[in-house]
């Protein structure tokens, strides 16, 4: 019976849990989280020259390509590399459809046949430089921006070059048989005979 007083007595103080209770937990040292690792950017797999140029291609004929991301325009055309993705842009200057090589061509030798094609086409790409100097002039008068110069592969550049200097001469021949056969009277020259010279073209 004094056992029960005791007890109810210590109870009632606080010193023993009473019963049905739990005792407050033991503080615990804080769990320690790791910081999130950032994740790892997956490289994008490096196009090949035919894919590249079917992407192009197919995105020219949906009229699409100006849509694209510029990321996705840029590794389209340095996967064809400056000179093919040029004509591929002379071939859209001029209306005519993209160049695509075989399915079964070898890159070497896919760019093989496109440099055969882009250096025997020459009016070609005097026709796409008159066209973005149409472009030049009409973006100077709206105010906006002007489109990005033209890239000549170094054979297309002399090739240019050297059929300039061909009508030039022919100018002059015609220019010196002209003062021999009328005593100085000027011969007049076709205007398509002469050409302004090579220079930055935009």
């Not at 103080?13 to 804080?30: C, I, K, L, S, V």
């Not at 070497?108 to 973005?132: F, G, Q, V």
């Not at 033209?150 to 297309?156: A, G, K, Q, T, Y």
Request: charged share 30%; net charge positive.
């Amino acid at each position: 019976m004094l056992a029960r007083l005791v007890q109810v007595a210590l109870r009632f103080g606080g010193y023993t849990p009473a019963r049905g209770t739990t005792p407050p937990p033991e503080p615990r040292d804080p769990v320690r989280v790791p910081a999130p690792v950032p994740a790892c950017p997956v490289p994008r797999r490096e196009l090949g020259l035919h894919t590249a140029c079917v992407r192009y291609a197919r995105a020219v004929e949906a009229r699409t390509w100006d849509d694209k991301l510029p990321r996705d325009r840029e590794e389209i055309l340095t996967a064809m590399g400056p000179d093919l993705s040029s004509w591929q842009r002379v071939l859209r200057l001029t209306r005519r459809p993209p160049w695509r090589p075989g399915d079964s061509m070898t890159a070497p030798a896919a760019l093989t046949l496109a440099r055969r094609a882009w250096t025997s086409d020459l009016d070609s790409w005097e026709a796409a430089l008159k066209a973005i100097d149409s472009q030049v002039d009409i973006a100077a008068r709206l105010g906006w921006d002007p489109p990005a110069p033209l890239h000549l592969p170094v054979d297309v550049a002399n090739a240019l070059a050297a059929r300039r200097r061909a009508a030039m001469e022919r100018v002059r021949r015609r220019a010196r048989r002209g003062t021999v056969e009328t005593q100085g009277a000027p011969v007049p020259v076709p205007e398509d005979e002469v050409s302004p010279p090579l220079g930055p073209r935009r």
